[in-house]
């Protein structure tokens, strides 16, 4: 049972980087995949959930528009797009899943996680 979370980096404000999410063993057959972020100081907070069976998505304000989590056809790999990247995007990203859950913004919904990758965004 494992997350693996990926991608991260260094970029430009204004860049864009996409990060991938591969699971293994049984959190391949989980429904809901989310991204959440634990920026310098800062408590994580949630970035975008998918739930498979439906194709719905959930964002954070403050990236709504600008990220765009979705799957390409892999059962096993939800990807985050992230566009127009600003310094406030700098965080430490990790991916996590679970089978259900109606609270899907809250980290407690979830029984699996990566182990994250770091983006940094310069000013």
């Known amino acids: 049972v494992q997350l693996q979370a990926c991608g991260g980096g260094l970029v430009q404000a204004g860049g864009s980087l996409r990060l991938s999410c591969a699971a293994s063993g049984r959190t391949f057959q989980s429904n809901v995949v989310a991204w959440f972020r634990q920026g310098p100081g800062k408590e994580r907070e949630f970035v975008a959930v998918?739930?498979?069976?439906?194709?719905?998505?959930v964002y954070a304000d403050s990236v709504k528009g600008r990220f765009t989590i979705f799957r390409d056809g892999s059962p096993n790999t939800v990807y985050l797009q992230m566009n127009s990247l600003k310094f406030e995007d700098s965080a430490v990203y990790y991916c996590a899943a679970t089978y259900a859950g109606s609270q899907k913004m809250s980290e407690t919904t979830y029984l699996y996680w990566g182990q994250g990758t770091k983006v940094t965004v310069s000013s």
């Open positions: 998918l739930t498979k069976s439906s194709g719905s998505t």
